[in-house]
């Protein structure tokens, strides 16, 4: 049933996924075999079915709105590939302006 | 020759270490030992940190001498799958996007052992991202069945069960999202334990399928494995899904079974769609081996039916998959993680991802943005969704007329590296065990004979929510008449 090809490039696009041109053609045929499988669950009659997000119960989770203590601001940045003097995340320029292009 | 400290059961490592027969520093450098020599063949671990461990193994001996043990099993070492968070260790998910990552935090899991004396040993392999079920999907090594080391160990807890199999660690712990557990314990002849949805808190696992995930023990006995969920499985308050109730005692409960393997009165259900077709002839003779034994211990087989099984496979990878393009669009280089400079902010994430993750992952970052793209989420996600309800409802049936379910974990027994190079082939290798997760139930792989090339072959019980302490029981009499 799945006769529109997908448009891997967009799907890519969405994902912000980079893919090398090679890559993009086999995961296309494979992603486009894939479909063609979990098509089968258009033969299930799901009319007044309701849909199951996850399988845990359904309970209130109540705690008391007390402060506790974070992870040190150091040990959170220690992973960061790059920061500011160590107080912060060094992010790519996010704005166009002064020094973008 | 004598058995290696490390590939002992934690019951004979607690009764060792309360006898004064060896201490926890002699388990963690025997177990360093078989990292050194008997993993360079098998590759079970990506990483250890020696110098942690046995400063731990120290302060776990000083407690014991001052008559201060946290629990019978302060001192012993258990395994932990690399996307388990371990204070001040790698946390790589065996991704190169993850591999500069040291977690700056435990997993709950991983404090509830450190509080019952356990030392957590090591980073295990694993698929990448938990994707996969050979554990070929690793970004660092190939992890090889201790079997037979031309097949795979499984996945995507490859590395966990390899590395008890192998008899390099007592236990591991290891996460099942599809069957990540209980497959690979089955290729390597070792005990593995799905639990209930919810039943061991999830913070610090690294999220993949958020509503399937579930971390689990893997054992060389079922009462290893009852005391290693026993001692990670409760309420916690940084997982607003994990479950509430206290938990029964599997300890106890995996004693009784093995003390008096006695099954009268219990009815086990033999879903005839995991027995129609599909199974390959050496697993299904070992299956009716285990079902013998199990009507000799007084058990009464029931024919039950679980009527959407053939869609499982459908609906597991939408719902995963959609769930992991959702959950791994969060590792975008920024904060943390092997950051890839683009043109701009935007182009970096493609880089970064681009070059960070593997052709398994992204095929699944793939499919499950699609399916959640608009003009295909009603098709595809939301009917998943939906036929995910029709599964769960065929257990809640099927559970009326049985105790527990037994059937098979896998078709074959462990394949060959290589073998399966085609997706679809793959993800259909996973069809006994994936239903489960979907239905939130609980159910464990238990070693119950070979099959071709004298592979380990295991069986799937299968047990309602909460319903671990009827496995430990039911499993622990079959393992007792199966002799161990």
Redesign the interface.
């Known amino acids: 049933m799945a006769e529109d090809r ?1 448009d ?1 490039g967009y ?2 696009q ?7 041109a090679g ?1 993009a053609e086999r ?1 296309q045929g ?2 486009e ?3 063609r ?2 098509d ?3 033969e ?1 009659d ?1 009319t007044g ?9 359904l ?1 209130n ?1 109540w ?1 008391e709105d007390a402060a506790a203590e974070s ?1 040190p601001r150091e ?2 940045l ?5 920061t500011v003097d160590g107080e912060l ?1 060094r ?4 704005l166009p302006g002064e020094g ?2 | 020759m004598e058995k290696m400290l490390c590939s002992r059961t934690l019951s004979e490592l607690a009764a060792g270490l309360k006898s004064r027969e060896f201490s926890s520093v002699e388990i963690v450098r025997s177990a360093l030992d078989a990292v050194g020599s008997r993993d360079t063949e098998v590759k079970a671990f990506l990483g250890v940190s020696p110098e942690h461990a046995l400063r731990e193994a120290e302060a776990a001996d000083a407690r014991r001498a001052k008559g201060e043990a946290l629990s019978a099993w302060d001192g012993i070492p258990i395994g932990i799958k690399d996307n388990i968070a371990v204070k001040g260790e790698r946390l790589s998910c065996a991704s190169k996007l993850l591999e ?3 977690s ?2 435990d997993a709950t899991a991983v404090v509830n052992l450190r509080r019952r004396g356990f030392i957590p040993f090591g980073r295990l392999n694993m698929d990448e991202f938990a994707m996969g079920s050979s554990c070929e999907n690793s970004a660092f090594q190939k992890t090889a069945n201790p079997h037979d080391t031309t097949r795979v160990p499984g996945g995507s807890s490859g590395g966990s069960a390899a590395a008890v199999a192998a008899g390099l660690v007592p236990a591991a712990l290891g996460s099942d999202t599809g069957g990540s557990i209980r497959q690979p314990a089955a290729f390597c002849g070792v005990v593995g334990v799905k639990p209930t ?2 039943r061991v808190s999830r913070y610090g696992l690294v999220a993949f399928a ?3 995930d579930q971390i689990g023990p893997l054992a060389n006995t079922v009462e290893d494995a009852a005391a290693l969920l026993a001692a990670t499985a409760g309420a916690d ?1 940084m997982d ?2 994990c ?2 109730d206290a938990c029964d005692d599997y300890l106890r409960a995996a004693l009784d079974g093995a003390a008096a393997p006695d099954l009268k009165g219990v009815r086990v259900g033999l879903p005839e769609e995991y027995f129609a077709s599909g199974c390959s002839p050496d697993v299904r003779k070992v299956l009716d081996g285990a079902i013998n034994k199990i009507e000799a211990l007084g058990a009464t087989p029931v024919k039950v039916t679980l009527p ?1 099984t ?2 499982a ?3 597991y ?2 719902v995963a998959t959609a769930e992991a ?1 959702a959950n791994l ?1 969060r590792f ?8 890839k ?6 182009d ?4 970064s ?3 960070g ?1 593997g ?1 398994e992952v ?2 699944r ?3 499950g ?3 959640l ?1 608009s003009g295909y989420y009603d ?2 996600y ?9 599964i ?1 409802q065929d257990f809640t049936e099927a559970f009326k007329s049985c105790d527990v379910m037994l059937a098979p974990v896998t078709p074959t027994v462990a394949f060959h590296f290589g073998e399966k190079s ?3 082939q793959m ?1 259909l290798s996973d069809i006994y065990t994936i239903a489960l ?4 139930c609980c159910g464990m792989s238990l070693p119950a004979g070979t099959g071709e090339g004298n592979m380990p072959v295991g069986v799937q019980l299968m047990a309602p ?1 909460l319903g671990e302490a009827r496995l430990f029981r039911t499993a622990a009499a079959l393992e007792t008449a199966l002799g161990k």
Do not use: W
């Open positions: 997908i891997i799907v890519a969405l994902a912000r996924l980079e893919l090398p890559q995961l494979e992603l075999s894939i479909v499988y979990i089968e669950l258009k299930v799901v079915v309701e849909p199951t997000a996850h399988a845990a119960r309970f989770v705690r992870l040990t959170m220690a992973n960061a590939p790059a995340i992010v790519p320029q996010v973008s292009n | 500069p990552v040291v700056p935090y949805y919810g958020s509503s399937l308050k607003c899904t479950l509430p959407h053939k869609y496979v459908a609906v990878y939408i393009s669009a975008d280089g920024i904060r943390y993680g092997d950051r400079d683009g043109a701009d902010l935007i970096g994430y493609f880089k991802r681009g070059a993750f052709s992204k095929r970052i793939l499919l943005t699609y399916v793209s098709a595809y939301l009917r998943a969704q939906k036929v995910r309800t029709l769960r085609d997706p679809l993800y997760n979907l239905s939130g929510e």
